[in-house]
């Protein structure tokens, strides 16, 4: 996001200065939440809702909120989106002059997101918006009035139900922008909209959905966080988590000498590690919360690595330094307290992944530096684990250090992956030279991240700056900062060099992927800045792909209609075109394709063997607000939905899910996808193509 303009930011700090002492107040630095209050206010409560346990279907995604224990299990039904105020041109001008947003509502109010189908948002992320007059409305199910009406900001003072804290963090809390955890499930849709007041509106909204007719239990305001918010209270308080009376403990004072490795614990059978435990001498924060040690330790924090190896692999699963391992970064200690890696006052690094294997499981140091570390205090909890491992992933790490070149073309690679698995979090340490832009010192920070998930072209979650990604703002304005998802955990200057670190992860909003992940971010607006860079990812893994092509149909193509029985019925165009993709500027692709406001019917042929098909669609999205129901085999499935419109890069990748049920059995489906009348006169279709799950 651009942030030249310094008076901008110069406004919004006289008017967050004003606040300061009342929010502050209200946050007691986020070691506890307020409690619930027993009645939601009007404007925020849904009358009238059923009340029912969630269906089998969805308790995964609760679960996960409230434990570590379903981490690893795969989630090939579940699909990540985001929807974010970032240039749909493919420049740097995210969320000025109003942002950009995906359409304006009947009632003149600007969408930020609008989908269609089961699923939850899980993050809200907002900055630079008119705290005063800035309003933000929720509308669950297709309903009439918004569940939720009120001020943006107050979403964020952490006393207003149902944005309590500790789920939710303001400006001061995030350095810079304003956060909401809150867990919104929908069952049929949800739109969230603002009125846009203010001169700039910047957004990034991030969501799951889930397979077309799963049954989930829509936010009504009765819903209860105490377990997530017990987690998240335990963590910033240096309590443990993640701990079942069934554990086995592994407890060890070792030696490391140097240039070594050190095999210090080594389990046999199907086992889960729950979490694990490292104090180094010399590696500790100061004693006040908050702030940096003056310890030089940036040796230790690259030298000393932890490794482990499953099932008797020869080369490790994991294999990072314990500075960004721990959520540190490379530089310089830090009281980090995430969700997953961290370290507590007395100097105890922490690691609280589920960690499950099937054979054997064993975990090593190296030491990679010239010294010798004497008094390493290892621990290590474990438990049987009986589940079976045919849809559990195994946690990985991925360690790109990269040295990035003004005008390379080439996003940082974050994490990229064959097989099946979902992505759960990144820890990012940048040294780079300042002023290389003269727009602003720090423009390195300007890197929008895109995720590219299943080889899809489209990127399913496009970003709009780093420091946003990170959930700060404004170049991280308000210093560093350490939270339950994300933090800033390092910046220092010398000789006009800047080396700084932050981290992020998602828990029940873990990215899955079923046959590829592509992970990126760009280092400068446009890949313009010269750096030094070391990504750590994180994530769950299976190494063989869960989801296949196995047909394709390339509309305008005589021959292939023809194989695949292909009809349409009341077409409006014919005709081919050229275009580019959003996150790939620079390629384009010329298709022949159609568009119709009837119907097309067409075969795709699928493994009998299966767990579900995705059926992917490239379209011309310069119609907004593309619908349409999916039948297969003569049943309705559900409704095929995208919000909003791009004239400058106009293709896009889309998937829709088919659940087994339609699907078991079968080695040939007839999908039927008829129009739904929206802003868009018509549907447009390009290429489908059928990719089985199973």
Do not use: C
């Not at 009765?222 to 701990?243: C, F, L, S």
């Not at 045919?390 to 690679?413: C, I, P, R, W």
């Amino acid at each position: 996001m651009r942030k030249k303009q310094i008076s901008i930011l110069i406004a919004i700090l006289i008017v967050v200065i004003v606040t300061a002492i009342f929010i502050a107040q209200k946050f007691d630095s986020n070691t506890t939440s307020n409690p619930k209050t027993d009645e939601v206010e009007d404007t925020t409560q849904k009358e009238d809702k059923e009340k029912e346990d969630l269906p089998d279907s969805t308790t995964y995604i609760n679960k996960v909120l409230d434990s570590y224990d379903q981490l690893p299990l795969l989630r090939l039904d579940t699909f990540a989106g985001g929807a974010s105020s970032y240039d749909r041109s493919g420049g740097n001008y995210d969320g000025f002059d109003k942002g950009n947003f995906l359409y304006e509502d009947e009632h003149g109010d600007k969408v930020m997101l609008d989908v269609k189908g089961p699923g939850t948002v899980h993050r809200m992320w907002f900055t630079a918006f008119n705290e005063f007059n800035s309003y933000i409305k929720i509308y669950f199910d297709g309903e009439e009035e918004p569940s939720i009406n009120m001020r943006l900001k107050d979403v964020f003072t952490g006393d207003t139900a149902p944005f309590l804290a500790p789920l939710v963090h303001h400006n001061f809390l995030s350095s810079g922008g304003f956060v909401s955890n809150v867990p919104l499930n929908f069952n049929k849709s949800i739109k969230i909209t603002t009125n846009g007041v203010g001169v700039h509106n910047f957004y990034n909204i991030g969501y799951h959905l889930y397979a077309p007719g799963t049954e989930v239990k829509t936010w009504d305001g009765t819903e209860d966080v105490e377990k997530m918010n017990d987690i998240w209270n335990k963590i910033w308080n240096g309590q443990p988590v993640n701990v079942h009376q069934d554990q086995e403990m592994v407890e060890e004072t070792i030696t490391l000498e140097a240039q070594s490795k050190l095999e210090v614990a080594l389990l046999e059978g199907s086992r889960m590690i729950d979490w694990l435990s490292l104090k180094i001498p010399g590696i500790e924060p100061s004693q006040i919360a908050g702030k940096k040690s003056e310890v030089n330790v940036e040796h230790l924090l690259q030298g000393i690595r932890l490794q482990a190896y499953w099932d008797g692999e020869e080369e490790p699963s994991v294999d990072a330094p314990i500075g960004p391992l721990f959520a540190m970064g490379m530089f310089e200690v830090y009281e980090t307290r995430s969700i997953y890696a961290g370290m507590g006052s007395d100097g105890e690094m922490y690691l609280n992944i589920p960690m499950p294997f099937e054979k054997s499981g064993k975990i090593v140091l190296v030491n990679d530096s010239e010294e010798k570390i004497d008094g390493v205090s290892f621990k290590l909890a474990h438990r049987e684990f009986a589940e079976s491992f045919s849809d559990v992933g195994y946690f990985k790490t991925q360690m790109n250090h990269q040295f990035a070149k003004a005008g390379d073309g080439e996003d940082l690679l974050i994490l990229e992956e064959e097989g099946a698995g979902h992505f759960i979090g990144v820890v990012q340490s940048v040294r780079v030279e300042l002023g290389q832009s003269s727009i602003e010192d720090r423009w390195h920070l300007e890197g929008d991240e895109r995720i590219y998930i299943d080889h899809s072209e489209t990127p399913v979650i496009q970003g709009t700056g780093t420091e946003d990604f990170y959930n700060g703002a404004w170049y991280f304005g308000y210093g560093e900062f350490s939270t339950q998802l994300a933090g800033y955990t390092s910046v220092k200057v010398e000789n006009n060099v800047e080396s700084s670190s932050y981290y992020r992860f998602f828990m029940a909003e873990a990215i899955p992927f079923r046959s590829h992940i592509k992970a990126s971010i760009e280092h400068g607006a446009a890949n313009d800045i010269s750096s030094e860079n070391w990504l750590l990812a994180l994530y769950y893994h299976q190494p063989e792909p869960r989801m296949t092509m196995t047909d394709e149909l390339d509309i305008g193509d005589t021959a292939s209609e023809e194989e695949h029985s292909y009809t349409i019925s009341g077409e409006t165009w014919t005709g081919k075109l050229t275009h580019t993709y959003e996150g790939n500027f620079a390629e384009g692709v010329e298709d022949e394709g159609r568009s119709h406001n009837g119907f097309s019917e067409f075969s795709m042929k699928i493994a009998q063997e299966n767990k579900g098909v995705v059926l992917r669609r490239r379209f011309d999205q310069i119609l907004p607000n593309q619908l349409a129901e999916v039948y297969v085999d003569g049943e309705q499935v559900g409704p095929w939905y995208h919000a909003g419109s791009n004239i400058t890069h106009a293709w896009r990748d889309a998937d829709f899910f088919i659940p087994e049920e339609f699907t078991s059995g079968k080695e040939e489906i007839t999908i039927k996808v008829e129009y739904v009348k929206t802003e868009a006169d018509d549907w447009s279709e390009f290429r489908y193509q059928a990719f089985t799950l199973n």
